[in-house]
């Protein structure tokens, strides 16, 4: 799928293709889950071969991607014979491959931090809110799991606005969530903004997220993430539309 790589991450994968060396793999669905990952390829112009996983067909279910994700979910991410699956720890690995990016700071109390923030995205942010809403919504339709459920909705908007209340009050007075530089904790935390506004919740009522999060949108790094994640879905929809 070169078109949704960079250019220079296109040369970068061809020669290492010419030297024997085997660029990384990922296997995604595009989702908010993943946009966090592509985000911070383009930021570290990483050498990653990017392929499709349709969950609508089950790809997820095969025998040959099970071996790699017992989970039968994705992402997942392979490295020369590594394979690793769970999007932050995807976000550690890529980052910690260029410490000098910043997006892995080197101080201990700030890795804490980061760590922090990357366990209440997983507890909270996801799974408690963002996610629960947007599994009911929408990610029960891809997977033909049947209608949404009110109940679950209703509760996953109770929990988005107690953790929303969380972050926007971490944010005030700070450009990014850990340090002077953004770090995967903003990668992590801000690839479920863009899905929480499609899925109806009231981001926009929170004025230090929406300020945060605009600068995080600035980088060109996380607009190309958006416009493959969204070029993705797309041409996943029609697909289905045409199988229809």
């Avoid at 592509?38 to 499709?52: F, K, M, P, T």
């Avoid at 994700?69 to 890529?94: C, H, Q, R």
């Avoid at 599994?135 to 033909?144: D, I, N, R």
Wanted: proline share 5%.
């Amino acid at each position: 799928m070169d078109e949704i790589l960079h250019a220079d991450q296109v040369r970068h994968r061809r020669f290492a293709e010419f030297k024997g060396m085997q660029s990384m793999k990922l296997y995604l669905f595009p989702t908010g889950r993943v946009l966090a990952i592509q985000a911070v390829i383009n930021y570290l112009a990483l050498d990653c071969d990017v392929q499709a996983i349709d969950l609508g067909s089950g790809d997820q279910r095969t025998p040959q991607y099970m071996s790699l994700n017992a989970n039968k979910k994705m992402p997942t991410l392979e490295d020369d014979g590594f394979v690793l699956w769970e999007s932050n720890a995807i976000l550690f690995y890529m980052a910690a491959k260029q410490p000098n990016s910043g997006l892995w700071p080197s101080d201990l109390k700030d890795q804490a931090d980061v760590l922090r923030w990357l366990a209440w995205e997983s507890a909270h942010w996801d799974a408690e809110s963002c996610g629960m809403v947007t599994y009911e919504k929408a990610s029960k339709a891809v997977l033909g799991l049947g209608p949404p459920d009110p109940a679950f909705i209703a509760r996953g908007e109770q929990n988005f606005a107690r953790f929303a209340a969380v972050l926007d009050t971490s944010l005030r007075s700070k450009t990014w969530l850990v340090g002077e530089r953004p770090t995967i904790a903003d990668f992590s935390v801000g690839g479920l903004v863009p899905t929480a506004e499609r899925m109806a919740l009231p981001v926009r009522t929170f004025p230090e997220i929406v300020r945060w999060y605009n600068g995080l949108a600035a980088l060109p790094a996380w607009r190309k993430a958006l416009a493959t994640n969204a070029s993705a879905m797309s041409a996943w929809q029609a697909r289905r539309m045409a199988g229809s």
